[in-house]
C-alpha cells in the first residue's frame, strides 16, 4: 500500500511560481510512473502531466505544456511538479498518483492509476 501526500500549495498571485511536492510512504515508488492531477472548483478533475520511473520521459496536457514541469527523486520518493507563469485559471486541488505501471500508458486516464494523494490547494489571485 503506497501513501501519498501533497505539499507545498498555497496563495500567489498571476504570473508567480510555486513548487508543489508528493511524497510517498509505506512502500517505494521509483518503479511507478508518477501523476498530476487538478480538480478545479464544480468541475471534474484534470490531467495535466506524468513522469516515467525513471524521469526519462514526461507528457504533459496542452493546457500546461511549457509552464509546468515534472519531476522526480526516486532516492527520495519524492515526484515534483514545477509551475510558472501562473494564472488565475489554475486554481484547483492538486492531486498526485502513482500509475501501477513504469511506463507512460494511457495517462490522461484516472484508471491508469492506483494511489492518490488528498490534495493541495492552490489559489492564484489575478
Known amino acids: 500500500q503506497v501513501q501519498l501526500v501533497e505539499s507545498g500549495g498555497g496563495l500567489v498571485q498571476a504570473g508567480g511560481s510555486l513548487r508543489l511536492s508528493c511524497a510517498a510512504s509505506?512502500?517505494?515508488?521509483?518503479?511507478?510512473?508518477m501523476g498530476w492531477f487538478r480538480q478545479p472548483p464544480g468541475k471534474e478533475r484534470e490531467f495535466l502531466g506524468v513522469?516515467?520511473?525513471?524521469?526519462?520521459?514526461?507528457y504533459y496536457a496542452d493546457s500546461v505544456k511549457g509552464r509546468f514541469t515534472i519531476s522526480r527523486d526516486n532516492a527520495e520518493d519524492t515526484v515534483y511538479l514545477q509551475m510558472n507563469s501562473l494564472k488565475p485559471e489554475d486554481t484547483a486541488v492538486y492531486h498526485c498518483?502513482?500509475?501501477?505501471?513504469?511506463?507512460?500508458?494511457?495517462?490522461?486516464?484516472?484508471?491508469?492509476?492506483?494511489?492518490w494523494g488528498q490534495g493541495t490547494q492552490v489559489t492564484v489571485s489575478s
Open positions: 513522469i516515467s520511473w525513471s524521469g526519462g520521459n514526461t
Open positions: 498518483a502513482a500509475s501501477r505501471r513504469g511506463g507512460i500508458y494511457y495517462p490522461v486516464s484516472l484508471m491508469t492509476y492506483d494511489y
Open positions: 509505506g512502500r517505494t515508488i521509483s518503479a511507478n510512473a
